[in-house]
């Protein structure tokens, strides 16, 4: 696998988005915490928004390098469709 240092940058972008969505399903507060939640769910959508073509789009280019597309098989197409708890509560409510 390349190292962190040699990934392509537009790689190691989306790696980086997914982590940090992925860190952030983490933090996935009580139902009764509102305002968290809201914070929570915010920063997923902002992070998963547009992954799955993302992520094709980058198996297209980069399908001939070994190194890459390992990287990007450790990540499942649908990321952003994946429903998040409470996801009904509004960002103005609570």
């Given at each position: 696998m390349l190292a962190y240092e040699s990934m392509p940058g537009g790689v190691q972008h989306f790696v980086d988005r997914l982590e940090g969505c992925d860190h952030m399903r983490g933090e996935i507060p009580d139902l009764n915490e509102k305002r968290r939640m809201r914070e929570?769910?915010?920063e997923i959508q902002k992070l998963s928004k547009g992954t799955d073509?993302?992520?094709?789009?980058?198996?297209?280019?980069y399908a001939k390098n070994p190194s890459v597309i390992e990287r990007l098989a450790e990540f499942e197409s649908g990321i952003a469709a994946v429903p998040v708890p409470a996801l009904h509560i509004r960002a103005g409510a609570g």
């Open positions: 929570v769910n915010r073509k993302e992520l094709a789009r980058l198996k297209k280019r």
